[in-house]
């Protein structure tokens, strides 16, 4: 279902080894963060539709810095329930991936990056890391 409702080809969402946190409430899952390890990764700047940088943008005016970045862990999708949006679900997921990936660490927020960012996404992303030029990777 969930492969489905992002448009995403079937099979894409577990066609690695990830880990998958859930946000249920009264025995529904009303979001979930889908995440991998990943190891590079690149930084994104965004500018606005007359060139110069800040605001939020159009999608399309997202660059990619070209010198890769380290990095630990991809979040590979991020689906949030639409009654539960705007509700900081999405923030503790992404809280529980940081805190739960290694034993004992806490991932920093540069050390995480985002996969097949949306609009939502990039706004979320932008307002999670406190930066417009958050990570992304293929």
Not at 36 to 53: F, M
Request: net charge positive; with cysteine.
């Amino acid at each position: 279902h969930l492969e489905k409702q992002l448009g995403l080809c079937p099979g894409w969402l577990l066609s690695v080894q990830v880990k998958a946190f859930l946000f249920v409430k009264e025995k529904k899952v009303l979001g979930s963060v889908i995440a991998e390890d990943i190891k590079e990764c690149h930084r994104v700047w965004l500018a606005t539709a007359d060139g110069s940088e800040g605001g939020r943008p159009p999608l399309q005016s997202i660059a990619l810095n070209k010198t890769n970045k380290g990095a630990i862990c991809g979040f590979r999708v991020i689906w949030v329930h639409q009654s539960q949006r705007r509700m900081k679900v999405a923030t503790r997921l992404l809280d529980a991936a940081r805190s739960h990936w290694m034993p004992g660490c806490v991932i920093p927020h540069h050390l995480c990056a985002f996969s097949q960012v949306t609009e939502d996404g990039r706004a979320l992303a932008q307002s999670y890391c406190r930066t417009s030029e958050f990570l992304v990777y293929k």
